[in-house]
């Protein structure tokens, strides 16, 4: 077993709800550090990941479909990368939603970044409305894309600087990547779909950045940090 501690800090700031929480965040955390842990074991991240989940076949067969789907491993142009990334969430106590993503990204040489790519595999039981399924994970990439490259709140004085859209920057039509989304046929029963997709992503695309750049991203939002 793992044996964590939380110390939370309360810092007097209202918040409101947010998609996936604290799932999002926990989940940055885990697959950054499973990424690095496969670079210092020298080891593929696909490989490194699965050889960990043989007692969780849920969890092996939702990240190695997502991988042949994106073909993983296939030589990509210089300056494109991908990464990937699996999370489960527990809606309900007798099983989990299981999803993996495999992003590909693009860095021009002045160093924008731009996700062209998005692979994403989903286990939740049964589908009772795919479409509906399919949407939500759609969704979720954008939100959590959005957070990891631009949504930033911050504060000056103790007041928040960000007054609306203008200053509080979100993903565009334009930022969007291309998206599929597959879904694992079961019999299970539905665990749910509208959280566990917006996790994922946010690491999927750092360790994607790792493997176009060799840089580690380990603070949020990306923004106008220099990847080149």
């Not at 793992?2 to 989940?27: A, D, F, K, Q």
């Not at 994106?70 to 309900?92: H, K, Q, S, T, V």
Request: hydrophobic content about 40%; charged content about 25%.
């Amino acid at each position: 077993g793992v044996n964590m501690t939380h110390s939370p800090v309360e810092l007097g700031v209202p918040v409101g709800p947010w998609r996936s929480p604290p799932n999002r965040i926990n989940v940055f955390y885990t697959e950054s550090v499973m990424d690095e842990l496969a670079k210092l074991a020298g080891q593929d991240p696909l490989e490194y990941r699965l050889k960990f989940l043989g007692e969780s076949p849920k969890h092996k067969a939702v990240l190695e479909q997502a991988a042949r789907q994106a073909g993983w491993g296939n030589p990509l142009p210089e300056g494109r990368g991908r990464g990937i990334a699996i999370n489960d969430w527990f809606p309900f106590d007798e099983d989990v939603t299981v999803v993996a993503q495999v992003v590909e990204v693009s860095i021009n040489n002045r160093g924008k970044l731009k996700v062209e790519r998005v692979d994403c595999v989903i286990d939740c039981g049964i589908a009772v409305n795919p479409d509906s399924v399919k949407a939500q994970m759609e969704g979720s990439i954008i939100m959590g894309m959005s957070a990891a490259l631009l949504e930033q709140v911050t504060l000056d004085d103790g007041r928040v600087v960000q007054s609306n859209f203008d200053d509080y920057r979100i993903a565009k039509l334009r930022d969007a990547p291309e998206i599929n989304v597959s879904i694992v046929k079961s019999d299970s029963a539905p665990t749910g779909a509208g959280e566990p997709g917006t996790s994922p992503i946010v690491p999927a695309i750092t360790n994607a950045v790792f493997a176009a750049t060799g840089m580690r991203l380990r603070r949020l939002p990306i923004g106008k940090q220099k990847l080149v």
